[in-house]
């Protein structure tokens, strides 16, 4: 069973523009968490999608914006990017639509390392 | 690789010795956590998890111990290898479903 698989893997921007992040979960999952990952801040959770629905939110500004589509591949968007973005985004499934637990546990893919300059 | 954590506590560990990373967490409200290992270059990897009925959980050459009294969580690799080199997390989880993340450990074995 293939893993999370993120897309790209490195990119590099400047600051002003946008930048769209995508994810595949594993087969059969149907949610999929994003969550920025900076040595200052380490693991901030960004936002949580459920059969197309945002589910959960973190604290970031809009301009951190996901959706999920039909087949529970999920994208994630930054407008207006800024130095302070830089950072390893990582997509992470589960199952379905039960809390985390032994059985239902996070799965993360290698992430889409963003480089704003 | 990519250098996760270039700021975070780091212990170094001789291979064959057993090593013990320390977590504490943040809301007395939290009924499950786990632990997840980072290697360079890769996303967070699930190694073991407890819920907060129990204070033990043992699995292969890993131990997870949960002191909900002083919120403190500890994980405890037995002989160490080389390939336990990584950036360790701890997680937490509330009534929101949303798992908080330590800032993490960096364990270097040394051969």
């Known amino acids: 069973k293939a893993g999370v698989t993120q897309t790209p893997r490195y990119l590099i921007k400047t600051r002003g523009q946008q930048v769209t992040l995508s994810c595949s979960p594993i087969s059969g999952h149907r949610s999929v968490s994003w969550y920025q990952q900076t040595p200052g801040q380490g693991l901030q959770f960004l936002f949580e999608?459920?059969?197309?629905?945002?589910?959960n939110k973190g604290n970031f500004p809009g301009r951190f914006s996901g959706r999920q589509f039909s087949n529970s591949r999920s994208e994630m968007n930054v407008s207006t990017l800024e130095l302070g973005d830089s950072a390893l985004y990582l997509c992470a499934s589960i199952p379905g639509g039960q809390g985390l637990s032994g059985a239902n546990v996070l799965t993360f893919g290698a992430g889409s390392r963003l480089t704003v300059l | 690789g990519e250098s996760v954590g270039l700021h975070l506590p780091t212990l170094s560990v001789q291979e064959g010795d057993n090593s013990i990373i320390n977590c504490a967490y943040s809301n007395s409200a939290s009924d499950y956590f786990i632990w997840y290992k980072q290697e360079s270059g890769k996303g967070p990897q699930f190694i073991i998890d407890?819920?907060?009925?129990?204070d033990k959980r043992q699995g292969q050459r890993v131990t997870v111990l949960l002191n909900k009294t002083v919120k403190h969580l500890s994980l405890q690799i037995a002989a160490t290898q080389p390939g336990d080199s990584a950036v360790y997390f701890c997680a937490e989880m509330g009534g929101n479903n949303r798992l908080a993340f330590g800032k993490g450990n960096q364990v270097v074995v040394i051969p």
């Open positions: 407890i819920r907060s009925n129990m």
């Open positions: 999608y459920f059969s197309e629905t945002q589910r």
